[in-house]
């Protein structure tokens, strides 16, 4: 090894071995820390975390709570004189857009990134990696078929001691994932009363408020996301795997061969880690599914209803949200391995305030900036080595329309 990184082929099969006996969301993290690792970059586990390194680290300690913050940031927007505490974004060379906004605190800035699991639902398991620059670059292997190599090179074969196997093809195939930040700009209004009268409320009120929907409409891209200008969604990514209707299926059902076809596309390493997104319109088709049992039956999913949630189908979590697409079309029924999908989050909020948009009405319209990327690890899907069906890390149900 040589600054961390393999120079034989030998010391390459160690690193991929050594890879390859952790779980499949262990290995592509693992994979992942050990690039950044070796070009001095530094991981955190999700959005919700202080990050000294932070754009906005700089200006912690300046403003005695989150209310006075957002209090100053009114009065600005107000015509009311600019804090000098206050640092303008677009003097930052932060692509917020020509109106900038004002660099939130990094001790600020995780509190308003405390989002619940419930209403988020990617983010919290997939894999998160913060942006030091507006572009992010990581090494990949490109592995689309085991019918003869791993890795999209590396072969092995048995022979006798001093065969020659100078001729084989061993090399992995290398490429790269790219991510690039984009802005998601969300607003709030709040009354001009309501402000000047208690800092304390509007602080609770915009953390909430702004929690929820930030985390709402990352959850629609990193799902749904078409690429452009915005994270590529799971449903436009090059690896998903479309499961079709069953003959003669009907517009809007679900069928139990639907889950089973589902089940079986699902990459065996990742089982273990995938969870079932549906929308909640296929709820009572679900609920309804047997499995026949001799003379009698029983049922696809296991419903815990006495404790809640978690509900299960083949022991798989399953969660329901709106934000996966319509029944009948792809997208309402998904089986994904979430910690394949990468999130480069440049930790780098920033929030306006403007009078205008609402003046008669007497409110202010608070805006919040965030720049992040999104997109599955693997561009394709994979052939197994025995089989014809591809597998992968992301399916879904077709359209029965």
Same mark, same amino acid.
């Given at each position: ?26 290995? $592509? ?26 754009? @906005? ?9 989150? @209310? ?10 107000? =015509?009311? /004189? ?79 001691? /001093? ?11 290398? =490429?790269? &994932? ?46 749904? /996301?078409?690429?452009? =200008?915005?994270?590529? @969604? ?20 679900? $069928? ?36 026949? &049992? ?70 202010? &319209? ?36």
């Amino acid at each position: 090894m040589k600054d961390g990184m393999p120079q034989s082929q030998a010391e390459l099969e160690d690193v991929l071995n050594e890879h390859s006996k952790r779980t499949t969301g262990d290995a $592509v993290k693992a994979a992942v820390s050990d690039v950044l690792s070796r070009t001095g970059a530094k991981r955190l586990p999700d959005a919700a975390e202080y990050n000294p390194e932070a754009i @906005g680290a700089s200006e912690d300690g300046k403003f005695k709570s989150r @209310g006075e913050f957002f209090q100053k940031v009114w009065e600005a927007g107000n =015509g009311r /004189g600019l804090d000098s505490r206050l640092v303008e974004t677009r003097n930052l060379g932060e692509n917020m857009g020509d109106a900038g906004g004002f660099l939130v605190p990094e001790e600020f800035r995780p509190d308003l990134m405390q989002i619940p699991v419930e209403a988020s639902v990617i983010r919290p398991r997939a894999f998160t990696i913060p942006m030091a620059s507006s572009t992010l670059r990581i090494p990949a292997i490109r592995d689309t078929s085991h019918a003869s190599n791993l890795f999209g090179g590396v072969s092995a074969s048995w022979g006798s001691e /001093g065969e020659d196997i100078s001729s084989a093809t061993n090399q992995p195939a290398f =490429g790269q &994932v790219r991510l690039d930040a984009h802005k998601l700009t969300g607003y709030t209004v709040v009354s001009n009363e309501l402000v000047q009268d208690s800092a304390i409320a509007v602080d609770t009120m915009l953390s909430r408020l702004f929690g929820q929907a930030i985390s709402y409409f990352e959850d629609v891209a990193f799902i749904s /996301g078409t690429g452009a =200008g915005q994270p590529q @969604g799971i449903l436009n990514s090059g690896c998903l795997v479309s499961v079709a209707k069953e003959t003669g299926q009907a517009a809007t059902t679900l $069928v139990k061969e639907n889950l089973d076809k589902m089940y079986s596309r699902m990459m065996p390493s990742s089982i273990g880690n995938a969870v079932w997104l549906a929308h909640p319109d296929t709820f009572p088709q679900l609920a309804a599914l047997s499995q026949a &049992v001799g003379t009698g039956g029983g049922p696809v999913w296991v419903s815990n209803m006495t404790g809640g949630p978690p509900n299960s189908i083949y022991g798989r979590p399953i969660i329901f949200t709106e934000k996966a697409q319509t029944l009948g079309t792809v997208g309402d029924l998904m089986f994904v391995d979430l910690s394949y999908y990468i999130i480069g989050d440049r930790q780098a909020l920033s929030t306006s305030a403007s009078p205008h948009v609402r003046f008669t009405t007497q409110e202010t &319209v608070f805006l919040f900036s965030e720049r992040l990327d999104g997109r599955m690890w693997l561009d394709s899907a994979l052939t197994p080595r025995n089989g014809s069906n591809t597998v992968s890390p992301a399916v879904a149900l077709a359209s029965r329309a």
